[in-house]
């Protein structure tokens, strides 16, 4: 089944409710570390939604490259199906929170990396991410 859309959206912190439900606290496009912090801490919020009617198993991986695509750091697969909770004969949906912690001493700031959501290792969303001091 084709994908219907996929997105990502970073920030400083996730807030997730007792019904499941999350919020982006402090959206990022800039992170701005302190001197001498050496770690980039921050979530990646992965939405994917499907046409109506996909079941099958799917993988996404979340991964941050540099400009030249080379790889700064990756979270392990996860393996999914889209989910119909609400209404069974619409589109499936699926939501992930990735937590990074960016090594930075081995960057050289300021740099702009690239966050990448990889949906059964075809890439379906990407987002810009500047680091500096």
Same mark, same amino acid.
């Given at each position: 089944? /084709?994908?219907?859309?996929?997105?990502?959206?970073?920030? +400083?912190?996730?807030?997730? +409710?007792?019904?499941?439900?999350?919020?982006?606290?402090?959206?990022? @496009?800039? #992170?701005?570390?302190?001197?001498?912090?050496?770690?980039?801490?921050?979530?990646?919020?992965?939405?994917? !939604?499907?046409?109506?009617? @996909?079941?099958?198993?799917?993988? *996404?991986?979340?991964?941050?490259?540099?400009?030249?695509?080379?790889?700064?750091?990756?979270?392990?697969? !996860?393996?999914?199906? !889209?989910? !119909?909770?609400?209404? &069974?004969?619409? &589109?499936?949906?699926?939501?992930?929170?990735?937590?990074?912690?960016?090594? =930075?001493? #081995?960057?050289? *700031? /300021?740099?702009?990396? =690239?966050?990448?959501?990889?949906? @059964?290792?075809?890439?379906?969303?990407?987002? &810009?991410?500047?680091?500096?001091?």
């Amino acid at each position: 089944m /084709p994908l219907l859309s996929a997105n990502i959206i970073l920030c +400083e912190n996730v807030l997730t +409710e007792k019904t499941e439900m999350s919020s982006a606290i402090r959206l990022l @496009d800039v #992170l701005r570390l302190a001197p001498g912090t050496n770690n980039a801490h921050l979530f990646a919020i992965t939405r994917v !939604y499907s046409q109506p009617g @996909d079941f099958g198993q799917h993988t *996404l991986r979340i991964t941050a490259n540099d400009r030249n695509a080379g790889l700064i750091t990756q979270a392990p697969d !996860y393996r999914f199906q !889209y989910g !119909y909770r609400i209404d &069974p004969s619409g &589109p499936g949906g699926f939501v992930l929170t990735t937590e990074f912690n960016i090594d =930075v001493s #081995l960057l050289r *700031l /300021p740099t702009t990396c =690239v966050v990448n959501a990889f949906l @059964d290792s075809q890439l379906v969303a990407h987002t &810009p991410l500047t680091l500096s001091r």
